[in-house]
């Protein structure tokens, strides 16, 4: 019994919503798959039942299929840059991490690392300067999109699964995707993730509203916040639309995609990244309801025009606000966090973490459910910008080997995302995730939900930047809905045309 | 009588006004400073809280032990950090006020052909932002295989520090009697022994102030040493306590733990050398 089944009497309308959410996710993973269907996992079937099924139903000797790869005796030398575990991050995080460069080590004693453990604000504008200089680093772990603009500058060398022993089946097909440029795949996934809707249990009764139960729909949600405003005069949504912030797009698309709008075209089931679809009616219908609650409501904080996630973190633990949109590392981090109070304190931290309930996104006016597909992808640098002017390619290998493989793609994310390579669902350090992490399969069952971002160059500088500008026009009042979603518009396609962008 | 009350009484509100007001500015400045103090006292979760802890329910020092802590990862980087912020300010301050001595000498003294031109062509490097020269810097010290070394640091913060320092103790030169030099020569000194026992001692304010500006410029300095440290056991604090940043939340009672750590080799400066600092401030303010 895993540790959700035991919170079964407080979950089970989230146990409802889920069995139903089950039946359109098999129709999504199909379109979403399209003719790729994964070897390792079954993603037709996929449900948080599934999840619990397969896990543990698999071993892997890791160091030995590496070494099928690349020969375990192999000398050569590797640097390699990525955002590790820092101080905020969960305990776990460090201990897996140093586990997997022993691990390495073990694995291939010849093999010199050079590892350069960077913060996630600071790793592309270092690795962007690095290439300028060729000083780059041989392998490079970026968020998801972050490999798209590098394999247009030509800074990265092909790679897929196959290069390191593994099929391009045993991937998510939208991570895939979002590793390929002009058909030619520069990465491969390393970690995915969705986000997942994360509610105050206590507010909800303290309103009058089932504790239990996430608001469905994204009206209910805007209803909901409006209700826990006006009972208890505290911030209902956690609203977030802070400028030149990943934050804002990772929580406003959701909502946009659900009411059938978009960017560009990313939520066709084939997107091709040449329309526009930010100024349709569904664009208009989310933003509106962002207006609704920020303006006519007042029922999010005000200071959301500058908030970014981490801003929210605070009132949601004080019970200051009801709910939030974040990652599955919201509840290790709370109870991180629990653990390290002390004295009263601690019994705060507790009920925080008593009372935190994790829900499937909500949908859109037509039953659509959407979810930012998120996630890491591993890169190889091109000889010309790397120190030292070459990369050894084996060595490089061995390294995404081992990172990507179905053990390190859980054990590397355990906190805070899941396993790249879908053999990684079937480990049994999946099962001991599931058995330990409240809420995860929540979160992993909305997988399937996952729409990445366009895949395209330009696709920061829309997401980061004209998005959430789009939302301040509104929010603050310097343009009406229609105004702004339409110079959101003009200025997306400015930059897909080739004459705009900033 | 009465009128002289009234300008006493009106002098009297004017100058409880102006401490009200210098209160009012104290409290500005000195209240980040005890919320820096204050939260870097909590646990995790008590810096969260909503509305805010005025003060800690549990205090604690955890935070200070993990970052002093040499046997544990973050006090070994952190202590790590703090002896290499230490190492490249020291060394840019010296090697600033050792160029700057002369030169601002030079032109306070001597008259050459295109002195003018040349004392404001120092000052063309701080004319433009940092970031402007950001690239093409890195470019130069990978050029020159600088990248992830100190040497990169110092020389660039030279590059900024260097013209100011020149123009400030050029000032303090200009109000030096040159009568004084003269004197010296005249009893039978050397132009270098009246310029090192006669100026450079009159002129000890002026250098201390230089020192310490370009020490907190250097200690301070955050785009440079962004840019071209990617190494860790390399990376000064002010790039290193990014580490309290994660992507998805902040370890806020440890960035500012570090935070205070750090502002306390620059206050101990002050508060050591203030007389000078203050004697420098004023030294211009009267013509000679």
């Known amino acids: ?425 079937r480990t049994e350090w999946m099962k001991e995730r599931l058995e330990q992490t409240r809420f995860l399969d929540i979160t992993t069952s909305m997988l399937p939900n996952g729409i990445p971002f366009p895949v395209i160059p330009e696709a920061p500088e829309i997401m980061n930047i004209i998005i959430p500008d789009m939302l301040q026009n509104a929010l603050t009042e310097t343009m009406t809905v229609d105004q702004a979603v339409e110079d959101a518009a003009m200025k997306v396609q400015a930059i897909i045309d080739g004459s705009g962008g900033i | 009588m009465s009128s002289i009350t009234e300008y006493r009484s009106g002098g009297m509100g004017w100058r409880w006004a102006g401490r009200i007001f210098l209160v009012f500015l104290l409290g500005f400045t000195i209240m980040p400073m005890a919320w820096m103090l204050i939260t870097s006292l909590k646990t995790g979760f008590a810096a969260m809280q909503y509305p805010p802890q005025w003060w800690p329910t549990e205090p604690t020092l955890d935070n200070y032990w993990r970052l002093l802590d040499p046997s544990g990862s973050v006090g070994q980087d952190f202590l790590r950090y703090f002896w290499n912020s230490m190492w490249v300010s020291v060394v840019t301050t010296v090697l600033a006020v050792a160029v700057a001595v002369p030169a601002a000498y030079a032109f306070s003294r001597f008259r050459f052909p295109g002195r003018t031109f040349l004392f404001f062509a120092v000052l063309l490097r701080n004319m433009f932002p940092a970031v402007v020269f950001l690239v093409p810097l890195f470019i130069l010290m990978r050029v020159l295989g600088l990248v992830n070394t100190h040497g990169s640091l110092i020389l660039t913060y030279l590059t900024f520090g260097l013209p100011l320092a020149i123009w400030l103790l050029k000032g303090f030169y200009d109000n030096i009697p040159i009568q004084l030099e003269q004197a010296a020569r005249i009893d039978g000194a050397t132009r270098f022994q009246a310029f090192f026992l006669i100026v450079m001692p009159l002129s000890t304010p002026g250098i201390i102030a230089t020192s310490i500006y370009s020490f907190i410029g250097a200690w301070n300095e955050y785009i440079y040493a962004y840019t071209f440290l990617t190494r860790h056991d390399q990376m000064t604090l002010p790039v290193g306590i990014q580490r309290f940043f994660s992507e998805n939340a902040t370890d806020w009672p440890g960035l500012m733990a570090a935070t205070f750590l750090m502002s306390i080799p620059v206050v101990v400066l002050f508060l050591v050398l203030q007389r000078y600092f203050v004697r420098a401030l004023t030294e211009g303010a009267v013509k000679h």
């Open chain 1, 1 to 425: 019994m895993t540790d959700f089944d035991r919170h079964a009497g407080v979950g089970r309308p989230v146990a409802r919503q889920v069995f139903r959410f089950t039946v359109a996710v098999g129709l999504a993973a199909s379109l979403m798959s399209g003719t790729v269907f994964a070897q390792s996992v079954d993603l037709s079937q996929w449900s948080p039942e599934y999840v619990k099924s397969i896990a543990g139903s698999t071993t892997y000797d890791t160091a030995k299929d590496c070494g099928a790869v690349v020969p375990n005796d192999y000398a050569g030398r590797v640097s390699y840059w990525y955002t590790g575990p820092f101080e905020a991050d969960p305990e776990i995080s460090h201990r897996q991490d140093a586990a997997f460069w022993e691990a390495f080590k073990v694995a291939y004693p010849n093999i010199q690392t050079d590892v350069q453990s960077i913060t996630y604000n600071e790793l592309l504008d270092k690795f962007r300067t690095a290439l300028l200089g060729n000083a780059a680093p041989m392998v490079v772990r970026l968020q998801i999109l972050g490999g798209v603009e590098f394999a247009a500058k030509g800074y990265l060398n092909p790679l897929k699964p196959e290069d390191v022993g593994y099929s391009s089946a045993d991937f998510w097909p939208g991570a895939l995707k979002s590793v390929t440029y002009e058909g030619v795949g520069y990465g491969i996934p390393t970690n995915n993730e969705t986000m997942a809707l994360i509610w105050n249990a206590k507010i909800f009764a303290d309103a009058g509203l089932d504790p239990e139960s996430p608001p469905a729909t994204w009206d209910d949600l805007v209803i909901y916040s409006k209700t826990i405003h006006d009972k208890l005069g505290i911030a209902g949504y956690g609203l977030v639309a802070k400028q030149n912030a990943g934050n804002t797009p990772f929580r406003f698309m959701p909502q946009l995609w659900a009411y059938g709008g978009g960017a560009l075209d990313e939520a066709a089931p084939t997107p091709g990244y040449k329309e526009v679809w930010i100024n349709n009616e569904g664009s208009k219908a989310a933003l509106q309801a962002a207006v609704d609650m920020y303006v006519r409501d007042k029922s999010v904080p005000v200071s959301a025009l500058t908030n970014t996630q981490a801003e929210n973190q605070g009132p949601f633990i004080a019970g200051e606000l009801a709910m939030v949109i974040a990652h599955p590392s919201e509840y290790a981090r709370m109870n991180d966090l629990a653990s390290k109070a002390t004295g009263a304190d601690k019994e705060k931290a507790d009920a925080v973490v008593a009372n935190m309930r994790y829900g499937l996104m909500p949908t859109g006016p037509d039953g659509k459910r959407a979810v930012v597909f998120g996630g890491s992808n591993i890169h190889m640098v091109k000889s010309d910008f790397v120190e030292g002017g070459q990369v050894d390619e084996q060595a490089v290998k061995a390294l995404i080997c081992m990172w990507t493989s179905p053990e390190w793609s859980v054990k590397l994310n355990w906190a805070s995302s899941n396993p790249g390579h879908l053999g990684g669902f």
